[in-house]
């Protein structure tokens, strides 16, 4: 058993997977796979089978479709179980270097632990581009832009090469799992940071194979995808309201300027994006998940 786990969570990207999977095998620093499967439909589990069979991989099925948020509470959770003293959080379509991994366990030598969690940097596909939608925050609103120093202090970061320590988990507890998909890993690293120094270790690279590098945006969404906009705008809602009356304000302000996006560049389905934004606004002023903690139990009992 190594000392770090990398927690893959995947959903219908098996050919992604395994080349993720290929590139954490490289690492010229040892560590455990730990994938979370939700629920595939694409002959996941069967693409993996040598692996399982091998001890190359430690596979779990969650059953069904968790979304990005519950399949890392999941990996989470499980990985501290089973008692690893760091868990790397990857997507299935993140490609890191061979010594990321390296750099990240470098980067907690240098500190003496001192850390609430590090963060790789983020390119896009094969280009020396940074990835728009894995930048790190050095403030909640305001993002990294030193890639030259050893050490970035940040304070929001994705989860594409999040590197933290399992007593950390313990103490501040579980990524959100009604999050379903966005901002579950924003709110998770301004958790830690709150509590914690936190840092981007720009020698650690992943590549995130993702099909273009645009902002997200509602605007140019189509209506078959309104329901992930409601996850967004709710979680965010719940996100910032924690900064007190200026995160409140900013998430305010946020709201209204992407009202005014809709409203100038939409194409088609103006007013369903508009109340999309607005209720799921409102229902994030109502939104209270619980906040999970790791309930002991013996590694036997979380194999």
């Known amino acids: 058993m190594n000392k770090t786990a990398a927690v893959v969570v995947t959903y219908n990207r098996k050919e992604l997977l395994m080349s993720c999977i290929g590139c954490l095998l490289r690492q010229t620093v040892p560590c455990d796979i730990l994938v979370i499967d939700n629920a595939s439909t694409d002959g996941t589990k069967e693409a993996l089978a040598d692996l399982i069979k091998g001890g190359k ?7 069904k479709n968790l979304g990005g948020a519950g399949g890392f509470s999941e990996g989470v959770r499980t990985g501290t179980l089973l008692g690893y003293e760091y868990l790397w959080l990857l997507d299935d379509d993140a490609m890191m270097h061979e010594d990321a991994l390296e750099k990240l366990l470098h980067a907690d030598e240098k500190l003496h632990g001192n850390y609430g969690f590090l963060s790789g940097a983020v390119y896009f596909r094969e280009s020396e581009e940074l990835c728009r939608m894995n930048i790190q925050r050095t403030s909640w609103h305001e993002k990294v832009s030193d890639y030259s120093s050893m050490l970035v202090p940040i304070v929001m970061a994705t989860f594409v ?25 924003l709110e998770y690293s301004r958790r830690i940071s709150l509590q914690y ?13 993702m099909t273009k590098n645009d ?24 996100l910032y309201r924690r900064e007190g009356l200026k995160g409140r304000l900013y998430m305010f302000l946020r709201v209204l300027l992407h009202s005014e996006r809709i409203l100038l560049h939409a194409k088609e389905g103006k007013k369903n994006k508009l109340k999309t934004v607005w209720q799921s606004y409102l229902e994030g002023g109502r939104f209270r998940p619980e906040i999970k903690y790791i309930e002991e139990k013996t590694e036997c009992e979380a194999k």
């Open 161 to 185: 090469s999040f590197f933290v320590k399992a007593e950390v988990v313990r103490k501040v507890g579980l990524p959100i799992s009604e999050f379903f998909i966005w901002a579950d890993d």
């Open 215 to 238: 902002r997200v945006g509602i605007e140019s969404e189509t209506e078959d995808r309104m329901w992930r906009y409601r996850c967004l705008y709710r979680n965010e809602c719940f």
């Open 197 to 209: 120094s936190c840092y981007m270790v720009p020698e650690s690279r992943v590549r995130h194979m």
């Open 57 to 63: 991989i430690i596979y779990r099925n969650t059953g």
